[in-house]
């Protein structure tokens, strides 16, 4: 009964950067179990950025490894994106989603089952 709230999207040109936001309420989760996702037209839905089940370390999709910082602010309950030099391929709708606790210590980006609306980024030549 989590619910999920992302800001931050927008229009900007390539190798730009912006910080996406995503705050939970409802039923109380860790932050770590959250993650980033993303879907371009056209395209399966992808992982891009989460935490191990501790919270204490995050991966990353290769394709965004340097680039993308996943954070997140527990006493918040916000978890946030920071995206730099993004390219044209970056462009998507990014979701911010969340696994409840019997599936929040997975690897990877499996057993998510709660997502916000999604927010548009575009990256412009």
């Known amino acids: 009964q989590v619910q999920l709230v992302e800001s931050g999207g927008g229009s900007v040109q390539a190798g730009g950067s912006l910080r996406l936001s995503c705050a939970a309420s409802?039923?109380?989760?860790?932050?770590?179990?959250m993650a980033w996702f993303r879907q371009a037209p056209g395209k399966e839905r992808e992982g891009v950025a989460g935490?191990?089940?501790?919270?204490?370390?995050?991966y990353y999709a290769d394709s965004v490894k340097g680039r993308f910082t996943i954070s997140r602010d527990n006493d918040k309950n916000t978890l946030y994106l920071q995206m730099n030099s993004l390219k044209p391929e970056d462009t998507a709708m990014y979701y911010c989603?969340?696994?409840?606790?019997?599936?929040?210590?997975?690897?990877?980006?499996?057993?998510?089952?709660?997502w916000g609306q999604g927010t548009q980024v575009t990256v412009s030549s």
């Open positions: 989603a969340a696994r409840p606790p019997r599936r929040c210590g997975y690897s990877g980006f499996n057993g998510y089952e709660y």
């Open positions: 409802g039923y109380t989760y860790s932050t770590a179990c």
């Open positions: 935490f191990n089940s501790g919270g204490g370390s995050t």
